[in-house]
Each structure stands twice: as C-alpha cells, then as structure tokens.
C-alpha cells in the first residue's frame, strides 16, 4: 500500500503493531472526547481562499530560536519510539536530519540522549518530565546540554498518570499483565517481532546509569511512572530555568492565564497542548483555546501547539489563529511504525505537500502572511 494521507500511515501502522502497541500510541484517556475533539475541531474550520496572487515563489521554510527549518513543524516528544520500531529515536532524528526539521526527544524515550546524540550531526530538542527524583531531572538537563540540545522543553500536565481503557484492557499496567492473548498476539506480528522485541534489549534509556544494563521491558510502566511528581507547582518552573541556559518552552498549556504566567516564569516559548488527549478527558481541544491565548501572550513568547494535527491545512489553520509552528505527534509516529525512517519521511513530505498546495490555493507566499484573514470568520474557535 502506499500511502496517500497520515490515516493511511496509521493503517499501516495498525497492521505492522501488535494490538497493545498500537493502541498505546492511538488511543487516549478514558472516554477519548478529548482525543476526538482534537480532530473534530480542526475539521469545522474552513478557510478563506485568494485567488489572482502571484504564489509561484512561496515556501514553507520557517525560523524557530534563530534556526531556519524547512516548515513550519517540530517533531514532537513521543516516548518509547523504540517500541515501534527498532532504535526508533535514532530513525526519527535521522529523519528530522534528512528532512530538515526539529526533533524534540522524550526523556522517556528507549534511546538515550548520547546515543541519539551518535546517530545525527543536526541538534534535536530535549522534552524534559520532572518526576519525584530532582538529582535525576538536574542530571537530565546536563546531559541535554552536553548533546548540545539548543531548545528545553518542560512538559507540565502531567501530575498523574491518566487511566487509559484501551492499555488497560491490554494488560499496559503496572506491573504488566501477560495474557495469552497478548502473547500471541505479538508472535503473529512477526516483522514487528523480529525488529522490535528480539532486538537490542528495551528500557528506558535516559534512565539507566552509564554503565548499567539494560532493563527488562516489563519494567517500562514503572520507570514511566518515575516521571510523575504530583506537588510539583510553578516553583520547579524557576527551579528548571535557573539550570537551563537555553530556549526553555513551557508544555501543557490550555488558557491565558498560565500562557501569562508561563511568560512570567521565564519561558521563551509555550506549547497550547493537552498531550494529545492522552493525560485529561475533558480537556478542551487545542485549536479551540488557542486563539485566546495568542491574543493574550502573541508576540510576547513562541506559541506552538499541538493535539491532532493529521493534515497540512491543520497546520496552516493553527498558525492563521495565532501560533508560530506546530508540533506533530502520531502523524510521524505511525510513519515510524509503519515503515521505520522511511516511514516518517513519507508523512512529512505528505505534510508538506498538503501545506504546499494549500498555501498556493490561500494566496500566501510564507507563512508570515496566515492570520484570522485567511479563515472564515464564521469558524467555531
Ligand atoms: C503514545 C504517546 C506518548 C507520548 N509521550 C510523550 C512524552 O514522553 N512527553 C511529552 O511531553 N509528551 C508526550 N506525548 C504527547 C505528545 O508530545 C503530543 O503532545 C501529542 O502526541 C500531540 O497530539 P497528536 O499525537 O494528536 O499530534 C505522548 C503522546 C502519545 C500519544
């Protein structure tokens, strides 16, 4: 098959994943309003074309903290790539390399900060989780600083972990529940299996000591949930920016209020998230509270958002509404599990052609010129 959109690259994704693990990158919090809201909010904004304008010299190429990058899109922290596909951080960042656009790593990810660090010459951004160990969270900054990361990325809306039925039901608890179910349900996956499973051994990589070996794969949700710390309050914000030298960009972000507080703290840059419906059911979806916060903090600080981010015009309509860049998601990361490096090649050149034609047909030559102007002013947000 080959795919002509981001849905057909999660169909593919599907096929390649054992069930568990593919929900576990698909699926959300509890009753998935919020995941689907996400999607649905996106789809009831239409745009506002102009025809007649000279658009033969447009690009998409756009500046994020000083950096020109091919478009206007940040490969975003998802953990435990290395589930997906083998070493899948290090594809990613060779990707992001080959394309020309960021990549941010997930502290929880299979693949170390050193070693993503061997596999690409171009800088990738550090997603940073503050759990109850701060020695360990100092540590993880350090080391993002030697790899030379130039961009930290705080995430927040994480207090506790949300209660995901699908990983549930699948047996992705702590401790982990073994079905025969599950077994043979990754031993028909035998391309996965062979890549993935009987590969080199799974953990979770920024947390093992130089030197120590590797970890059971069972131990994944309880060194996950190392990454929690429920009393974490806007202090750990002054804390991070004391250490972090660089661009910091605050991650969770849903209204004004902390947009503004997160400016007060120090940020260089939010991102309107809600962690791609995975943490609060409930939540609103990003779209649809970000043009509050661009009136509140635009100009003031980088705004990027993300949260079901599926086409190139979703991109195009965010930055209309007030952001600068957006962050993706699953849109790669079904390409990753569909087809390794290749895969996440494919989406992003989907992305960029969808933004391409779209842009034309909008009458824009950089996105520079997208504002509310270019959507219908009827539109929902
Ligand atoms: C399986 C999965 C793992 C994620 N892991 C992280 C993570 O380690 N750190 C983080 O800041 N956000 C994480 N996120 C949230 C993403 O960074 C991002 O906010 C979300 O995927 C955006 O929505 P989208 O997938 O619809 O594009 C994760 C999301 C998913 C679906």
Not at 20 to 33: I, S
Not at 258 to 265: G, N, T
Request: overall charge positive; glycine content about 8%.
């Amino acid at each position: 098959m080959n795919p002509v959109n981001i849905d057909d690259m999660r169909d593919l994704a599907r096929r390649r994943l054992p069930r568990a693990v593919f929900d576990f990158l698909d699926g959300g919090a509890l009753d998935e309003l919020t995941l689907h809201a996400n999607r649905a909010d996106f789809e009831r904004i239409f745009f506002r074309p102009r025809v007649l304008v000279d658009v033969s010299k447009r690009t998409l190429a756009t500046r994020i903290f000083g950096v020109e990058h091919k478009l206007p899109i940040v490969l975003g922290a998802i953990g435990s790539l290395g589930l997906l596909a083998r070493r899948g951080e290090m594809l990613v960042a060779q990707a992001a390399e080959k394309f020309g656009v960021p990549m941010c790593l997930s502290t929880a990810s299979v693949c170390s900060i050193e070693e993503v660090k061997g596999a690409t010459t171009r800088p990738f951004w550090f997603q940073l989780y503050v759990g109850r160990e701060r020695e360990v969270a100092q540590e993880l900054m350090e080391r993002a600083a030697s790899a030379n990361c130039p961009v930290l990325v705080f995430t927040v809306d994480q207090a506790v972990s949300s209660r995901r039925e699908r990983d549930a039901r699948n047996g992705l608890t702590f401790p982990m529940r073994i079905t025969p179910y599950n077994i043979l349900n990754m031993l028909i996956n035998i391309r996965w299996l062979w890549d993935v499973l009987l590969g080199p051994p799974l953990d979770l990589g920024n947390y093992r000591k130089p030197g120590e070996r590797s970890r059971n794969v069972l131990t994944f949700p309880q060194r996950a949930a190392k990454t929690q710390d429920p009393s974490k309050t806007w202090k750990e914000v002054d804390w991070v920016r004391s250490i972090w030298k660089g661009p910091l960009v605050i991650k969770g972000l849903l209204t004004p209020e902390e947009a503004r507080r997160a400016l007060e703290h120090g940020a260089d840059g939010i991102v309107v998230s809600n962690h791609g419906g995975v943490i609060l059911d409930g939540d609103p979806s990003t779209i649809s509270v970000l043009p509050a916060i661009a009136d509140a903090v635009g100009g003031k600080t980088k705004i990027f958002l993300d949260g079901g981010i599926r086409r190139g015009q979703d991109v195009l309509k965010a930055i209309s509404l007030g952001a600068d860049a957006c962050f993706v998601g699953r849109a790669y990361a079904y390409g990753l599990a569909a087809a390794g490096e290749a895969g996440v090649l494919r989406s992003l050149q989907i992305l960029e052609s969808e933004m391409s034609a779209t842009m034309a047909l909008l009458g824009r030559n950089h996105v520079s010129e997208l504002d509310r102007t270019a959507l219908m002013p009827t539109n929902p947000p």
